[in-house]
């Protein structure tokens, strides 16, 4: 009986399940979305709250006093990267000041093709995605000239257009015909019951 045993094993012995915690926090962080089974996302879930936690402790404290530093260096035995580390102090943390506490989201999407597994997605609340930022982003840049479609295969038969595309191709298919048999391969069928 499993009374009073928190946590999954995951099926890796607890150096590696923790090496593992580790490193999706890491990413999770750095890109602020991640796809991954719900049983680690959901043991991932209280690992990076815990860490944001610590984090948005250190910006309430009085500036000058030590609990700056003692969080840093408390996120800093979980989060090996450096980066990682400033942006949650520098940009994670301050965005969830207010926040009490769930700081990530787990939304399913289904199931692997592979081994059936239920997939995940972890991500921070607050980075959503939108799908309609690369037309935001590209709004605020001079718009490009659309091209017209093949204009790029016009161009490389030399600018003559669709009329002289047109007798190239026919061109093409005249010179195929004219050898007869040379793309047909004729194999026989195997008899049935040999080998």
């Known amino acids: 009986m ?4 928190a946590h999954r094993k995951l099926g890796r012995v607890t150096e590696h399940r923790i090496a593992m915690l580790r490193n999706q926090a890491m990413d999770l962080l750095r890109n602020e ?8 996302a959901k043991e991932l ?5 815990r860490l944001i936690t610590v984090a948005k402790r250190s910006i309430v404290s009085p500036t000058g ?33 207010e926040r009490a506490g769930g700081y990530t989201r787990v939304l399913r999407l289904g ?17 959503e995605y939108n ?12 718009p490009k000239p659309k091209k017209k479609l093949g204009t790029r295969i016009r161009e490389a038969l030399g600018g003559g257009g669709r009329k002289k595309a ?13 050898v007869k048999g040379a793309g047909k391969k004729v194999t026989t069928p ?6």
């Open 2 to 5: 499993r009374h009073r045993v």
């Open 33 to 40: 979305r991640l796809e991954t089974t719900v049983a680690k």
């Open 45 to 49: 879930q209280p690992f990076v709250e």
């Open 65 to 97: 006093a030590q609990h700056a530093v003692i969080a840093r260096r408390t996120v800093a035995r979980d989060i090996t990267d450096r980066e990682v580390v400033s942006k949650l102090f520098e940009s994670l943390a301050p965005r969830y000041t």
């Open 111 to 127: 199931y692997r093709r592979g081994d059936s597994a239920e997939l995940a997605q972890i991500e921070l609340v607050g980075s």
């Open 131 to 142: 799908p309609n930022a690369e037309v935001e982003k590209g709004s605020d840049e001079s």
């Open 166 to 178: 047109d007798e190239d191709s026919a061109r093409r298919v005249k010179a195929d015909s004219s």
């Open 190 to 195: 195997r008899k049935a019951g040999g080998a």
